[in-house]
């Protein structure tokens, strides 16, 4: 059974765009039957571009993702394929045995017997191109299983697993490609079948390719198979050992363009180490130019030598407040780009007068404190929460301040100033709010109409001796008020011992009733003592009015 998905013939020219191949099987489980292509298979022409081939299934036969015939033509291009798996055959993510040619596209996470992400038995080109977590659970090649012609340029393998050839497996050209980080019983990184010595790059000089980590000793990584000369080895046993995780970051992710890379780490070895033959290509898979340094990286992935625009933001609350009150800080750290901003680092020294009260896990520090806040990518932000506590009545300054290892395309942003007024209990301010609700409204002559105000104490300090004052309109007589009320005629809100009150209901207004159509108003009285900052007072009082 020929293709899951897509099926295009000897004459037919296909071309995808945009497109998304996804979840088709060829054949069934255990139906041993020769079924290849579980998302798309090809005997004429077919072109992929910026599109995904994903989670196709080809049962007891070849390519998982894509299959293409002896006969067939594939072009993939800004194109990811991923999550196949071609049951008991090669090529889990694409099986080639005609003509391929894959440009800037990601091959990850698929399974297969030989050859998990990529199987060659005819011409394969790969430029740009990112092959990784692959898996060749039952044989060789868990990257690419080569047995025809294929090269490699700047290309990066890794994360691969296979019993033989974890990364590759046969014999090919490697130029400026990085294979490191895979995995397998014999030759982790390259494995020969034929056990001869340099079967991959022929000892090709000039090819500038990377190999291993210091994981892995040389025997481990490679099975008949010696780097060229101009080649750089990272294993523990040659000259320059260096760690995975200092060669290359080991998470395959969005680092900008269509398709997902593994970035290189800042002042790693394959960085500017591709020291002649390139460019071309003029871009790496995600489309950054070629070279960014005095050389091209090693991969498929350049590191930019960019600016990465950070800026910093703070904020104070509340402002103002008194001592020992909790103050908040709140840091907002932006990403401005163009670049992505590693190794962010945001401190704050506090002022003096103020004593540190909680951070997050990322800072350190009690009086200078130090917060780790990574990568930050374009328009990306980071949100850091500081509290302190006043312990004197000052204005207290703040200034935060963000650094990065990229330079800054302007420095202007990088650091802010708050400034907080902290005021002692004695001469601390409070703001008094009052609202008032009839009901019912309309009234009735002669039944109970009740009015309810509500006292509420907004800070920052505690409002000593408030007192309400009521004044009771003509035509009501008073039926119930609160036993801390005295007065009979009264309901008026006046905060008389607050300091800067701000509204209030009523106030100290006064209307007279001189039979022209104003009320002549009499007042009484509620003294509701102490209020802390936040507290809210209900007083009710009824009053019966008066029938006509």
Partial sequence: MWAGGVFNNDDGTATFTNSTVSRNSAGQAHARVNNRGGGVSNRGTLHLTNSTVSGNDAYDGGGGGVYNLSSGTVTLTNSTVSDNRATGGSGGGVDNIGTATLTN??????????????????????????????LADGGSGGGVDNGGIATLTNTTVSRNSARFGGGISGFLTLVRSLVSGNTATIG??????????????????????????SGLTTGQAFYGFTPAPTDRTATSTSTTPTALDAILDTTLANNGGPTETHALVAGGPAIDAAVTGCPPPATDQRGVSRP??????????????????????????????????TLAYTITVRNNGPSQATGVRLTDSLPQGVLLDSRPSQCTGTSSINCNLGTLAVGAEAIVTITVIPTVPVTVENTVRVVANEPDSNPA?????????????????????????????????????????????????????VQVTDVLPEGVVLAFKPSECEGSTAVILQPRHAPERRGGHGGDRRRSHDGKGRHQWAQGHWNTNRSEPGERRVLGHDHRRASP
């Avoid at 091209?296 to 904020?315: H, K, M, N």
Wanted: glycine share 10%; aromatic share 6%; with cysteine.
């Fill in 105 to 134: 596209s990601t091959i990850s996470r698929n399974d297969a017997n030989d050859g998990g992400g990529v199987s060659n038995l005819g011409t394969a080109t790969v430029t740009n191109s990112t092959v990784s977590d692959n």
């Fill in 188 to 213: 982790a990184e390259i494995y020969s079948s034929s056990g001869t010595e340099n079967p991959v790059n022929f000892v090709n000089p000039g090819n500038f390719s990377f190999f291993g980590h």
């Fill in 292 to 325: 960014q340094g005095p050389a091209c990286d090693i991969g498929a992935f350049e590191r930019a030598v960019g600016f990465a625009d950070l800026a910093v933001s703070l904020t104070d609350s509340p402002d103002p407040l008194t001592v020992n009150q």
């Fill in 413 to 465: 942003n990088d650091s802010d100033t708050e400034t907080t007024t902290v005021d002692s209990p004695s001469s601390a301010r409070a703001e008094l709010a009052i609202t008032a609700a009839a009901a019912p409204d309309p009234g009735v002559s002669g039944q109970t109409l009740t009015y309810t105000l509500a006292v509420r104490n907004n800070g920052p300090a505690t409002a000593a001796g």
